[in-house]
């Protein structure tokens, strides 16, 4: 643990001291290839590290090694394979080792990496990269085919692109692990090695004999050469009737150098205890023995048996973690194993069907070369990805209520058109369907929790100033080289500072009509009341005004905030109007009003400035028989729910709720909407579509839902008169049809 906090740290100071040397001396944005000790792994991603260096000049690309056996291995294929690769040996005290800790070694490649536009990986040793500071767009081209539980990690899903050889394995990975919208089926690069050179088997033996390739794993719990293996290879031997191939996985060789050297003095033997590239040796073999090797897939290509050595006793008909196991004879001792090779030799070939079906699925475009069109693929992936919308939002995406609902269905239309990157303090990726979609989390509400210890917190107006800024300034972090970007009101000003500095375009959502119109309002309030009205801080609204100035485009929900933005100046190019629309499978009526109470419903925030003390005023004048008035939603601040409070003592039959407001809505039989100022109101749409009248002032965005005297009316602000008026109205023709 101690080492994984020193790299961390190491780390971010080395990013950040990268940020300033890039400054001085500009980089081209670069495509990252990193490989170790782990050569196996070279060659199915190497041919599409050189096609990419050929296809285009926008990046360049940059092969990092950090081990001198596979730099010799990536030196020999770039000298004999044109490319304009710039491959980069990474020296270090552990370079002519093979064996050493993967974070030293995704910690020297951070040191390497500059102005990564992408990073290409074939292991689970992206996730040390991703908390190395390192935000780029990620490729996975994994090392093998699906063949057990470790193949398919639940952080594959996090890929920006993620490579899949065929049919069989994002098959494999929907079941595991869900659909995988960011995978393509594109072929297996690997096997690009039987186009880039002739394939010439080794001579390795002197006698012509059939040659056996026992092929082992490196794991003890999985791998049958820690139990039999040494002695499979002595009593094949022994029979004097074979030429032997040991090729054990290269981690095998690395981790237990000595076991496997020990077979070097069998007769007939040939260890290939690190190969260059096993397709050589698998197509001098003429039966293949492994146990849970991936290279059995590769195998298929060569249309010869494999065997399957059972050292474990595994029960593994129902066990789909062996499912290659079906493609040859399964043996549990080495008699039965020494049988089954014989078998395998006779003309006889009882697997040879299955075995061409499993092909077939595992490996698309396998009669072509597919390097190239992966590299075309991830270009193009990089491109799309810079047109991908950004949508910053402090809250919920999944809220049904309030700005939740307004930004989720913000989010959710956009999803329709493209993908999108949704920035946010919680969302899930299945709530937006359509497209592929990034969800980044920003959750500051720690900090909050931190700041309501301190006196700030009897400040509400100074809680929402630093609580916006603590999620704009920890949000801007986040803006990548994608346009647009969309950011809300309040919380956009360094995310908009940094998307400018990139030369993105700069959308801000605006919930309220222009601040300055919402600002008269709440002071015009504040000299009648005596009150403060809570969040706008003097300097929330000059920020705000910074942002406007900032955006390219200010989008807003209704034609009354987009007057109010004309009215203030905003040139009407600059506009965007985009009405909003609910959820309406989860609004709608499910259940009848189960009495005759006439009872007048308000939905929202209990706070002055949407003139509930007027609708209180009202109702209580008018003193309606058999009426109640239900005020649904809660209190900013202490101080606010004792000034309700009084407004509302002594009458019973005036009544505070929070929560779901569906059955609220089931049980009303009209909605007040008295607000000040409102850029929308959803609440009006949702009690329409529970049937429900309503009554809203013109300061409302939603007055434009109203069709007056048919669904509603609208009224003046602040006019306790109108509201009794439309109150009286709705109570009589409530009377008449009870």
């Known amino acids: 643990m101690l080492k994984k906090i020193m790299i961390r740290s190491a780390a971010y100071v080395l990013s950040t001291g990268l940020n300033i040397y890039r400054k001085f001396r500009p980089l081209p944005p670069r495509i990252y290839f990193c490989y170790n000790q782990s050569i196996h792994h070279i060659y199915h991603s190497l041919f599409v590290a050189i096609e990419l260096s050929n296809i285009q000049d926008t990046y360049e690309v940059v092969v990092l090694s950090t081990s001198r056996e596979a730099s010799d291995i990536i030196q020999g294929e770039l000298k004999t394979i044109p490319n304009r690769i710039n491959f980069q040996p990474v020296y270090h005290p552990g370079y002519s080792r093979k064996d050493f800790y993967l974070g030293w070694f995704a910690f020297f490649c951070r040191l390497r990496m500059q102005r990564p536009a992408a990073v290409i990986v074939t292991d689970y040793y992206d996730n040390i990269f991703r908390q190395l500071g390192i935000k780029t767009f990620w490729v996975y081209l994994p090392h093998g085919l699906l063949n057990r539980e470790f193949g398919s990690d639940p952080h594959i899903r996090d890929y920006d692109l993620a490579i899949v050889p065929g049919a069989r394995d994002m098959q494999g990975f929907t079941k595991r692990l869900g659909p995988l919208p960011k995978a393509v089926i594109a072929g297996y690069s690997k096997l690009d090695y039987l186009h880039y050179h002739q394939l010439q088997p080794p001579a390795l033996f002197r006698e012509k004999k059939p040659v056996i390739l026992y092929n082992p794993h490196f794991e003890p719990l999985l791998s049958s050469f820690f139990d039999q293996g040494k002695q499979l290879m002595e009593a094949l031997a022994a029979t004097g009737k074979y030429n032997l191939i040991f090729m054990p996985h290269p981690d095998l060789a690395r981790k237990h150098y000595r076991e496997v050297q020990a077979l070097k003095g069998l007769p007939n033997t040939v260890v290939i205890d690190r190969p260059r590239i096993n397709l050589d040796y698998l197509a001098a073999a003429d039966v293949y023995i492994t146990d849970v090797s991936s290279s059995v897939f590769e195998w298929l290509y060569f249309d010869k048996p494999a065997l399957f050595f059972n050292t474990k006793n595994i029960d593994w008909h129902n066990n789909p973690f062996y499912g290659s196991w079906v493609l040859g004879q399964v043996a549990r001792t080495i008699p039965e194993m020494l049988a089954a090779v014989e078998d395998a030799l006779s003309p006889n070939d009882n697997f040879r ?29 990089m491109k799309a990805e810079k047109q991908t919308p950004q949508l910053f939002y402090s809250g919920d995406m999944n809220e049904h209520t309030g700005y939740g609902q307004a930004f989720s269905f913000l989010a959710r239309s956009i999803n329709k058109e493209q993908p999108i990157r949704i920035i946010c303090r919680k969302a899930q990726a299945k709530d937006f369907p359509e497209k592929v979609s990034t969800i980044v989390s920003v959750d500051i509400y720690p900090f909050k929790r931190m700041l309501l210890l301190t006196p700030l917190r009897w400040s509400f107006q100074l809680m929402t100033l630093l609580e916006h800024g603590l999620f704009d300034y920890a949000a801007s972090r986040q803006v990548v080289e994608s346009t647009p970007v969309y950011a809300n009101q309040g919380q956009a000003l360094y995310i908009f500072k940094k998307a400018a500095a990139m030369q993105l375009e700069r959308i801000l959502i605006a919930p309220t009509p222009h601040i300055d119109f919402v600002w008269q309002e709440l002071r015009q309030e504040q000299k009648i009341l005596g009150k403060d009205m809570e969040w706008l801080h003097p300097l929330l609204k000059k920020k705000i005004k910074q942002e406007y100035e900032l955006a390219d485009k200010i989008m807003v929900f209704s034609q009354f905030s987009y007057d109010t933005f004309k009215d203030n100046g905003i040139a009407e190019t600059k506009l965007i109007l985009w009405p909003l629309d609910i959820d309406r499978d989860y609004f709608k009526r499910r259940q009848d009003k189960r009495d005759h109470v006439f009872r007048v419903l308000y939905v929202g925030r209990l706070m002055p400035e949407k003139g509930i003390h007027y609708l209180v005023k009202a109702f209580q004048e008018l003193a309606l028989p058999e009426s109640e008035l239900l005020l649904f939603g809660s209190t900013l601040t202490r101080s606010t729910r004792n000034w309700l409070d009084k407004q ?28 000040l100022q409102d850029g929308f109101a959803l609440v009006v749409s949702e009690a329409m579509a529970y049937g429900l009248p309503v009554i809203v002032t013109e300061n409302t965005g939603a007055k434009e839902k109203v069709q007056v005297g048919q669904n509603g009316f609208v009224i003046p602000v602040r006019d306790v008169g109108a509201i009794k008026e439309k109150l009286r109205y709705y109570y009589q023709k409530h009377e008449k049809t009870a």
């Open 353 to 381: 069907g299955i075995r061409k079906q499993v092909l077939q699925e595992c490996f698309a475009n396998r009669e072509k070369p597919v390097s190239r069109m992966i590299a075309e693929l991830i270009i193009a992936r």
């Open 648 to 675: 509302i003592k002594g009458w019973d039959n005036i009544k505070i709720s929070c929560g779901d407001p569906r059955p609220a809505y089931e049980q009303s039989s009209i909605l007040v909407h008295p607000s």
